[in-house]
């Protein structure tokens, strides 16, 4: 089937194997706006050479576009961080079994929905969280509402760093003025203070320089020339996401980072954002800067109680990283703590013999 249009029925359900058909691009920026669950996200950090798209209409519009790879006995959708209605989500559970017998399980990695109603077995357990900050139409207006000691902290900071260096320079690049080096410079300073204690944590930088071109900007902040603090940031609809962030620690007495975070969000409001996504990592900042947390599941659904079970490897393996992400969330609460730390030693030192 080779559609030029999504142009459908108003409730009709489509399913185009093994190609995207045209005109997916506007259809998922319109039911999800989310980074990863766009074609350009897909295309630098997925293999979609060989996906199939399922797309559902309620009233005409698209509700539920959907790319999917076949393994084996099992569906791998390709969306993350999305949310999906129940009744969609039954929708296509019942049309993928209902057209392709030779199919178990359905899995998502990163999902928001319920499933009590839902009719099949079901295996859901919590895998993905970030953070999203609701703009409203000015920066001005943003700042307002942030709370009056972090409003006063970043008007401090702003004035210092400004003082004491008058050279200081907030700059925005997109498309072919995105400079690779500059997305270097930036990710060497978020690895130096990722990296500064056990763990071990490297950037993809031709692939964050080839999606910022695509569909982000990159903000640097110089002072005499030379790059001090940025961010690399993806815009899908009227959504802004932020990736990398660094900052040198010699500024860090003006919370550079903060006014990193700040600025470029501020500028994502004047591009027209209506909601920024501050990524995964439960930070005190994030919340100060007006990021609500929101979390998505990893979900599976099986055929039957039967093709569970004859599936119950997938099942055992879901149940193990599951648990293996929750000690991990565990680890991450109480960092501070000396048996914290001393587990994530260990872990690091496992992954660098590997």
Excluded at 189 to 205: M, P, T
Aim: proline share 3%.
């Amino acid at each position: 089937m080779h559609a030029s249009t999504l142009i459908s029925p108003p409730d009709s359900v489509t399913c185009h194997v093994g190609q995207i058909p045209a005109g997916v691009e506007e259809a998922l920026v319109t039911a999800y706006a989310s980074l990863h669950s766009s074609l350009a996200f897909f295309k630098v950090f997925r293999s979609i050479e060989n996906a199939s798209c399922y797309l559902a209409h309620r009233a005409g519009a698209p509700s539920t576009v959907l790319l999917f790879t076949f393994s084996g006995r099992r569906i791998d959708v390709i969306n993350e961080m999305i949310a999906v209605e129940e009744a969609e989500m039954a929708r296509f559970a019942t049309y993928v079994f209902a057209h392709f017998p030779q199919i178990d399980v359905i899995s998502f990695k990163a999902v928001k929905t319920t499933t009590r109603a839902l009719g099949f077995p079901v295996q859901q357990y919590p895998a993905k969280g970030s953070y999203v900050v609701t703009l409203p139409a000015t920066p001005d207006a943003y700042k307002a509402r942030i709370g009056k000691s972090t409003r006063a902290s970043i008007n401090q900071g702003l004035n210092g760093i400004r003082r004491h260096f008058p050279s200081f320079e907030s700059r925005f690049f997109v498309n072919d003025d995105i400079d690779e080096r500059h997305i270097q410079a930036i990710v060497a300073l978020s690895e130096q203070k990722i990296n500064a204690g056990d763990a071990v944590f490297f950037y993809d930088v031709a692939r964050l320089t080839r999606l910022a071109k695509l569909c982000g900007f990159v903000h640097v902040i110089l002072i005499d020339g030379r790059i001090c603090a940025g961010s690399v940031n993806y815009q899908v609809g009227a959504s802004f996401f932020g990736d990398a962030m660094g900052y040198d620690p010699h500024y860090e007495k003006f919370g550079l980072g903060k006014l990193c975070v700040f600025l470029t969000i501020s500028e994502s409001i004047v591009r027209g954002g209506t909601r920024f996504y501050l990524g995964g990592g439960v930070f005190a900042f994030k919340e100060r800067l007006l990021g609500v947390p929101f979390y998505m599941d990893e979900v599976h659904l099986y055929r039957s109680r039967i093709k569970l079970l004859r599936n119950i490897d997938h099942a055992i393996g879901a149940m193990i990283a599951a648990a293996t992400r929750s000690a991990k969330q565990l680890l991450h609460q109480h960092k501070g703590a000396t048996w914290a730390r001393l587990v994530f030693k260990a872990f690091y030192l496992v992954q660098r013999r590997k």
